[in-house]
């Protein structure tokens, strides 16, 4: 199985910087494309940044400029380096990833490709 864990959410003050961390863990053969998103109570999930596996970037407009996606593929690892926050910045951001994963059965190996997806990391922006 595979899993994606995020961290390095929480209190940011306006103009600060906080960077998000998501890690894959598991039977991991090899990581596609990589996403953060994230959701407010009053608003729907929106796309924040994705991340290709040769490394194209996309980003919302209300994120452009400030924030940025990287990613490690040896570590299994991406990140979201957000600065200039703002309050709008506010919300539960989630990871997903497409993984070809795979699994032992009886001796055999059997390859697969999944949508994964994180818990998320509350991150709060107040003065």
């Known amino acids: 199985q595979v899993q994606l864990v995020e961290s390095g959410g929480g209190l940011g003050q306006p103009g600060g910087s906080l960077r998000l961390s998501c890690a894959a863990t598991?039977?991991?053969?090899?990581?596609?494309?990589m996403g953060w998103y994230r959701q407010d109570p009053e608003k729907q999930r929106e796309l924040v940044a994705s991340?290709?596996?040769?490394?194209?970037?996309r980003y919302t407009d209300a994120v452009k400029g400030r924030f940025t996606i990287s990613r490690d593929n040896a570590k299994n690892t991406f990140f979201l380096q957000m600065n200039s926050l703002k309050p709008a910045s506010t919300a539960l951001y989630y990871c997903?990833?497409?993984?070809?994963?795979?699994?032992?059965?009886?001796?055999?190996?059997?390859?697969?490709?999944?949508?994964?997806w994180g818990r998320g990391t509350q991150v709060a922006v107040s003065s």
């Open positions: 598991g039977s991991i053969l090899s990581i596609g494309d």
């Open positions: 991340v290709t596996s040769d490394g194209t970037t």
């Open positions: 997903d990833a497409g993984v070809t994963d795979y699994r032992d059965i009886d001796g055999v190996f059997h390859f697969g490709a999944s949508l994964y």
